[in-house]
């Protein structure tokens, strides 16, 4: 890796998907193995709980990356953990203002006389004609207003005791983190259909469920 490269990357990585029991000490430990780690830390909320997520400094930018290419997807107390470049990293931001760097752009927006287009009827349909109704399979629901460290395996363990459960996913904004909401998929329409009658509106964590069916999965 260019030297460039490796310099923007800076000493400091982002670690999410944390078990709620890591430690920081846990942290430290486990990134031995990509360098010497002079600093880590698990993040907590104001009732002393983690929240999922932690960062990890090195003594040596090349050390990051290291733990970048090495570490993410590693099992940590029983979960994969998710390893990036912090970008809020002050070495980053420093070497980027220095060397006159932008920030990574954003994806651009669709103009919107060709999201426009893309929502008018195709060729050939009658003109006034109704979109076609997305088609669910009735095995997946969508979960909002989940606490924002819950990771899939939460969300795999709060449904568990309503049937066999075939995957749990969070959703994640661009920084990497929940957007506090998620799917899981169900063996049988039963299941589905059992979780929504149990969840729905229920309270978690001081958040009210909303748990319908995947109008789109």
Do not use: C
């Not at 733990?67 to 470049?85: D, H, Q």
């Not at 927006?109 to 929502?119: F, L, N, V, Y």
């Amino acid at each position: 890796m260019a030297e460039e490269e490796v310099m923007r990357v800076g000493r400091r990585v982002y670690v999410s998907n944390l078990a709620w029991r890591t430690s920081w000490q846990d942290l430290k430990d486990h990134f031995r193995t990509a360098g010497e780690v002079v600093y880590s830390n698990v993040i907590k909320d104001a009732d002393g709980r983690s929240k999922g997520w932690g960062i990890v400094e090195f003594s040596q930018p090349e050390e990051a990356v290291e733990a970048i290419s090495t570490l993410n997807g590693s099992e940590l107390g029983g979960r994969n953990i998710m390893v990036r470049e912090d970008r809020e990293d002050r070495d980053v931001k420093q070497y980027n203002a220095e060397n006159g760097i932008a920030p990574p752009p954003q994806a651009p927006r669709a103009p919107r006389a060709a999201a426009a287009a893309a929502a008018a009827p195709a060729e050939g349909a009658a003109a006034g004609a109704p979109a076609p109704e997305p088609v669910s399979s009735g095995l997946q629901i969508v979960v909002h207003g989940l606490p924002f460290a819950y990771t899939w395996q939460d969300l795999k363990d709060l449904f568990a005791e309503v049937g066999g459960i075939e995957r749990a996913d969070i959703v994640h904004g661009r920084d990497g983190r929940s957007r506090g909401y998620g799917t899981v998929r169900f063996g049988t329409l039963e299941e589905a259909a059992a979780a929504i009658e149990q969840f729905n509106n229920t309270e978690l964590e001081g958040r009210t469920l909303s748990v319908k069916l995947d109008a789109y999965a």
